[in-house]
């Protein structure tokens, strides 16, 4: 009888089979795709040679998990790269609001007013950012905190809605970067703790960047796979698991899941019935055969750049999608270009990029026309420059990836007290009914994000129990 199995190949379903090899326990890891990764995969989507990430794409996260950095994911051939400038924000005028690895040149760009107000926002926590991540990513149950103070700072910081955080400010440039930051997780700006979610992606820019790996985001999943067997675990792919019984006999059963396949799965019934799925995202990935004519300069030397043209524009594309039940005009874009930094995801003189905006939850239409209108408002001849797209609604997201439920890419909305107590109000949110199943998913704390901390959490939770056992 093997120790655990695992259920899900994303990067919490790998990391929990790491940690729980790396103790000594025999592990199983089953997965339904042909390939491991989840939301940290890469594929020809559109072009030979053309290496795109189907989802997530840059790192910030990552590249600071208490998780990953404690694994050896570089001796399996993860390498980090690092754009010169991390994220740029531009606008209509041709000029930039920049996130940069150094605080000056962000607090710059903001401009003279919001300059010193940025520099007392961050500075706090900076040089306690190791310690704070690791804090702020970890329970209670799981780990004590290392600096409760510093914690305490900034919770009394982060739990406010981040409307109250951009009165700290006094010009929209400051406002729009940082509403920009907290849309990364599809949050309304006025939902509770979302001050926290804009800080922890800056503090993350100045501390360790928002790099990409090398190759495209399979490098991470291959690496903790890799990783993996190395410490006598197994990976099965091509295994689809729809009910317990699908699988070999354990001590305990971890699930990389959707708290509703795991519900169908282990027979828990309505157990999950309350947890919300959120918005969804359109997603279009370019073969581009020239870099993105950004009319910003900076924004041709970031990895990431966010389009929004002021955080009403911002508020409103979240607001139609999440409350509204209706695409917005004007979607608020993330967009990722790799191949600034990364040569090997496109033939020479060529580049990979994609930009997503936000839809209603299960939306079925194409937000093509709008996303490309908005992109060449701060890129004009951007579509000249298009060679192929591969374009992915909800529908198509939720077949790629069974986590992303309606094409919520966040498996589960980060609104409300659902933003830090998921799946369900619980201090033992891995715990399930049945107390040799476990879930792992992004759908627990510490959410969403390519990190390895959910299956970092939940691991302790599962090795705890089987040392009982």
């Not at 594929?43 to 030979?48: A, F, G, H, M, V």
């Not at 940069?100 to 710059?108: K, P, Y």
């Not at 503090?203 to 690496?223: C, K, M, N, Y």
């Not at 980060?414 to 201090?427: E, N």
Request: aromatic share 8%.
């Amino acid at each position: 009888m093997l120790d655990a199995v695992v259920v899900g190949a994303g990067p919490n379903g790998l990391t929990a089979a790491v940690e729980l090899a790396r103790r000594g326990f025999s592990v199983a890891l089953f997965e339904a795709k042909g390939t491991v990764g989840g939301g940290a995969r890469t594929e020809e989507l559109t072009l030979p040679g053309f290496r795109h990430d189907p989802c997530s794409a840059a790192h910030p996260l990552a590249v600071s998990s208490p998780a990953f950095r404690g694994l050896p994911l570089e001796r399996h051939g993860l390498e980090w790269l690092h754009p010169e400038l991390p994220m740029a924000h531009p606008f209509l005028d041709g000029t930039a609001a920049v996130l940069s690895r150094s605080v000056g040149e962000t607090a710059a760009s903001f401009g003279p007013r919001d300059a010193g107000a940025y520099r007392r926002l961050v500075t706090p926590f900076l040089h306690r950012w190791d310690t704070l991540v690791r804090d702020f990513m970890s329970l209670p149950l799981t780990a004590l905190p290392r600096d409760p103070v510093t914690l305490a700072r900034f919770g009394l910081v982060g739990l406010p809605p981040s409307t109250w955080l951009a009165r700290r400010f006094h010009d929209e440039r400051a406002r729009t970067l940082l509403a920009g930051l907290v849309a990364h997780v599809m949050a309304p700006l006025s939902g509770f703790a979302t001050s926290a979610i804009g800080l922890v992606f800056a503090l993350a820019a100045h501390t360790r960047g928002w790099p990409v790996a090398r190759g495209g985001s399979q490098a991470i999943s291959d690496a903790l796979a890799a990783h993996l067997r190395e410490l006598g675990g197994t990976v099965h792919t091509d295994y689809e698991v729809k009910r317990l019984d699908d699988l070999p006999p354990a001590r305990a059963y971890v699930f990389d899941t959707s708290p509703t396949a795991l519900a169908r799965i282990a027979g828990f019934g309505d157990h999950y019935a309350r947890y919300r799925y959120g918005p969804g995202v359109f997603k279009i990935d370019y073969a581009l055969d020239g870099p993105v004519p950004w009319t910003a300069t900076e924004a041709r030397r970031a990895g990431t750049v966010q389009i929004g043209a002021d955080s009403a524009e911002i508020g409103a594309a979240l607001h139609a999608a999440s409350r509204e039940n209706r695409a917005p005009d004007a979607p608020f874009l993330i967009t990722v270009q790799p191949s600034v930094v990364d040569p090997t995801r496109a033939p020479d003189g060529k580049h990979v990029f994609w930009a997503y905006g936000h839809v209603p939850h299960g939306w079925d239409g194409d937000l093509t026309e709008a996303i490309e209108r908005q992109l060449e408002r701060f890129a004009p001849g951007f579509r000249d420059r298009v060679l192929a797209r591969a374009t992915a609604g909800p529908p198509e997201l939720a077949a790629r990836n069974a986590n992303y439920i309606g094409g919520d890419i966040a498996t589960g909305a980060v609104s409300g007290l659902q933003t830090l107590l998921r799946p369900k109000l619980s201090l033992f949110p891995y715990a399930t009914p049945h107390p040799a199943v476990f879930i792992c998913s992004q759908a627990t704390p510490p959410g969403p994000g390519v990190h390895g901390m959910p299956g970092h959490n939940a691991a302790k939770a599962v090795w705890r129990r089987l040392r009982q056992t």
